[in-house]
């Protein structure tokens, strides 16, 4: 008797058992990863978002040091971003962790000058931050509505500015091509006056346009498609651009 129920207690898991508990952890497996993915996300774009919070201050500090003047995007050497180091003191800065080009450089290293090298994460918006061959950038007095005007946001881009135009004729979609909205379907932008906020990409096109004139607004005033008036002056802008909307969505759909 002893002996039986010494066997009974001994007794293993049965196979149908064992199934059981692997179906279970199966089924808990499948509800906890992408949440923990989506918490892994959460904090790297927290981490984004701090970097641009860090770039802007130093936006600001050198408006501050040049009569409340936006630098050009370019100025024969060197990108904006690497003229702005000494306020920064790490081009790490510039590299957002959820982005897949953060290890590729989009501006090369100037050891002479001082200069370091700049990875792919973040261009800015060549309204407020313009190529050089558009003429000088805006000053801080011209811009209408600093909180609602993107400065620099994330994007795939190899170079300074992240040109947002649309434009049907030549197959051009700026937006879709050249912006990241890796962060759960946003992308973090920085705003002139200083904050950083992730958006959805056709949350900057409508029912506010936040990058300034596009190719297809109807012109005129703060609107002119024009050049130079659609870099310079064209910030002001905040009429939507239909094409522009279609862009941001396209780009919008790249991350779902």
Not at 68 to 89: F, N, V
Not at 111 to 138: D, E, H, K, T
Not at 237 to 247: D, E, I, K, L, N
């Amino acid at each position: 008797m002893n002996s039986l129920s010494n066997r009974a207690s001994q007794r293993g898991f049965t196979l149908i058992e064992l199934l059981v508990v692997i179906a279970i952890i199966a089924v808990l497996a499948a509800i906890l990863f992408p949440v923990f993915a989506k918490a892994r996300e959460k904090a790297r774009q927290v981490s984004c978002a701090s970097n641009l919070k860090q770039i802007g201050l130093a936006l600001l500090q050198y408006t501050q040091d040049y009569d409340e003047k936006m630098m050009t995007d370019w100025d024969g050497q060197h990108s904006y971003k690497q003229s702005i180091q000494i306020y920064m003191k790490s081009a790490q800065l510039w590299s957002c962790p959820s982005n897949p080009h953060n290890q590729e450089i989009g501006n090369a290293a100037d050891p002479a000058q001082g200069m370091p090298a700049i990875v792919r994460s973040y261009a800015a918006n060549p309204r407020l931050i313009c190529p050089g061959w558009a003429g000088p950038s805006p000053g801080i007095a011209m811009i209408n509505e600093p909180s609602t005007r993107i400065v620099i946001c994330d994007s795939t881009y190899e170079w300074g500015v992240m040109y947002t135009d649309w434009n049907p004729l030549n197959g051009r979609h700026d937006m879709r091509d050249n912006g990241f909205a890796g962060h759960t379907d946003n992308m973090d932008c920085l705003f002139m006056d200083g904050h950083v906020k992730g958006l959805k990409p056709t949350a900057t096109t409508t029912p506010v346009n936040m990058w300034g004139t596009m190719d297809d607004n109807t012109g005129g005033g703060d609107c002119d498609t024009g050049w130079p008036a659609k870099y310079v002056s064209g910030i002001n802008c905040t009429q939507v651009s239909p094409g522009q909307v279609a862009a941001a969505g396209e780009l919008q759909q790249k991350y779902q």
